[in-house]
């Protein structure tokens, strides 16, 4: 066998390995059974905000044009919090565990290079993860047509997509983070007390973000609202009596 399919072969072993025993986890079974329940309550609201006369926000679907988009963009918004949580959990002591466990020292013995180890547990946090949330926007998606009786169009197809390309990438960051982490931290509490502290850190910036974004859009409204001070002053008081 050459190098290539030795470096393979370890790589979808090591993988499986991980994504068998990563979806056993409390924590997968517990996280994500609430980002299905969050998910779930996203699209309720998301169903009834439909009946009402809801104005278009800035960058989200059209709840009159699109609607199961704009149900499914709800349902992002409820779950989007426990899925980062979801993914450092899956990924926050991949390596300190090994390590705890004696089990890290038998695989670097063996002629496997680190990057394909840490690229396997990679792969295996985000077929758990990711392979959950896929599951759960597909199946949502399939039961919003047949509720609402309504064939999505092409371009409902290509956001739903392009929102499941942009998780995924969001998604694989933070278990990139976990990942690492992991590598510089000697035990599973160091690497939880790690995880929870870059957490709440990207938190805190992500909301920031948002929050100096909607204040920039505001300011952008607001600036095109005509100024009709120089006509109010200029007017006559003599005329105006």
Known sequence: MSEF???????????????????????????????????L?????????????????????NPTTQP??????????????????????????????????RTLVQLLVRPIKRSTILFGKFAACLAAAGGLFVATTLILSIGLSLITRKVPSSSDIDYLLLSIGVMLLYLMSYIAIGLLISSLTRTSLDSLLGAVF?????????????ALGLNAINLGATANIPYRSEERFSRNPETDL
């Open 5 to 39: 399919s030795e470096d393979a072969h370890a790589f979808l072993t090591i993988a499986q390995t991980e994504f068998q025993t990563v979806i056993r986890t409390k924590r997968f079974l517990f996280f994500g059974t609430i980002f299905v329940l969050l998910a």
């Open 41 to 61: 309550i996203g699209a309720y609201y998301g169903n009834t905000d439909l009946t009402h006369s809801i104005s278009p926000t800035s960058g989200a679907p």
């Open 68 to 101: 199961i988009n704009y149900i499914i963009s709800v349902a992002f918004s409820y779950s989007q919090i426990i899925l980062t949580i979801l993914a450092l959990a899956l990924s926050y002591d991949a390596l300190t565990r090994e390590r705890s466990e």
């Open 198 to 210: 870059v957490w709440i850190l990207l938190l805190i910036f992500t909301y920031a973000g948002i």
